[in-house]
């Protein structure tokens, strides 16, 4: 059987998780996780349930307790510390795209839930920092003659909804939303990646700093391919919201195929017609 490729060097995210927290402008480069807690806050005051025993997946366990003081705080680790059946709601915060193997997450959050209950997931989508890794490819290309990773690879909306399908989850719904913050520079830019704790743990990264060559143009190819006309520099985050259920027999089922006792004609209220014979 094939072992999962690591993505992930798990050891580098948490020290650049540890220094994103002794930052001072740490707070500030948050916002993502502010927005994304604010918005599973709102889908949750309108689902018509009292949940009792939740938990939250996140690597900044500090900030997302906000979300319901009552719950358990669990690791963003390969194995997550969450107990069979023991949930009626999981909430895995803004730590997914870090994971070696997403599926293996969403498999544990379903299997921690009782039966009927509820998961959510929120996460950076494929088009989050495109920019950024536009600038950077190209930059290192010309100075170098080649490329490394650096900035890590992110999902497309289509790819998690089938996840979760894969997942086992009932009613499973992908949807997104897009976010434009502008920054006064490109080192503005990288500086709030860093106090995020966002920066590049790759495993296959390059273990040496970028040079400043490299990053010099970077800028300069940031700047001139989607600077504003004021001098700003727009950076696009993509927003993925999974939601997904627990199987219960009380949910919705699929009609079986044939199994119809209204003609689709007769429900549209049209004339029904026998197709062309071939030839």
Sequence with gaps: MAETPILTDRNALIRHRDRARRLPGHDAAMFLHRLAMTDIQERLSEVNRTFTAPAVVSGFPDLWQDLRPDAVLVPDEDVLALEPGAHDLVVHAMALHWANDPLGQLVQCRRALRPDGLM??????????????????????????????????????????????????????????????????????????????????????LRRPTGRDVLATAGAIYAESFGTPEGRLPATA?????????????????LRPGSAKVRLADALGVPESPLPEDG
């Design 120 to 205: 959510l997931a929120v996460l950076p989508g494929g088009r989050s920092l495109h920019q950024l890794r536009t600038a950077l490819a190209e930059a290192e290309a010309r100075v170098t003659g080649g490329l490394s990773p650096r900035v890590l690879p992110m999902a497309e909306i289509r790819d998690l909804g089938g996840l979760m399908q894969r997942a086992g989850f009932a009613l499973p719904v992908a949807d997104s939303w897009q976010q434009t913050v502008e920054y006064r520079s490109f080192p503005a830019l990288l500086a709030d990646l860093r106090a995020a704790g966002e920066t590049n743990a790759l495993a296959a990264r």
């Design 238 to 254: 993509e927003l993925v919201f999974l939601t997904g259920w627990a199987p219960h027999d009380s949910q919705q089922q699929p």
